[in-house]
């Protein structure tokens, strides 16, 4: 067994999909890749997610430990999503489911 954040499991593939896993987080991470956001530049830019959903996988990405949330003692207050080096460094996984859907989907010819 495998022990991460308080939870087991069986292989390492289970961890991948359990740190990953959920609709809208691997499009939010790839869109923290290219720099910090506010909440509202995330809901702009991930097209369909309702408040609730994109606050709640935005709050799992935290506790997992791939983004960072940072909070100014503003009115009203300023809160700015960023990868972290762990969300960083999953960064390479979403790189590849990518470049196969490009591939499958005939974007580009494989070839070149």
């Known amino acids: 067994m495998i022990s991460w954040n308080e939870k087991q499991y069986h292989c390492p593939v289970e961890v991948s999909m359990a740190l ?17 956001k ?3 530049e995330l809901e702009r ?21 791939l983004i960072s949330r940072t909070v100014y003692p503003e009115v009203p207050p300023r809160v700015e999503y960023s990868l972290t080096e762990l969300g960083q460094s999953a ?15 005939g974007l580009i010819d494989p070839e070149a």
Not at 45 to 65: A, C, F, N, R, Y
Not at 92 to 105: D, F, G, N, R, T
């Open 45 to 65: 830019i991930v097209p369909g997610v309702s408040q609730k959903m994109l606050t709640q996988q935005l709050k799992e990405l935290e506790k997992d430990g």
């Open 91 to 105: 960064f390479p996984i979403l790189e590849m489911m990518h470049s196969w859907a490009v591939k499958q989907l």
């Open 38 to 40: 506010r909440y509202n």
């Open 20 to 36: 990953l896993s959920g609709k809208w987080k691997c499009l939010m991470l790839w869109h923290l890749n290219e720099g910090t």
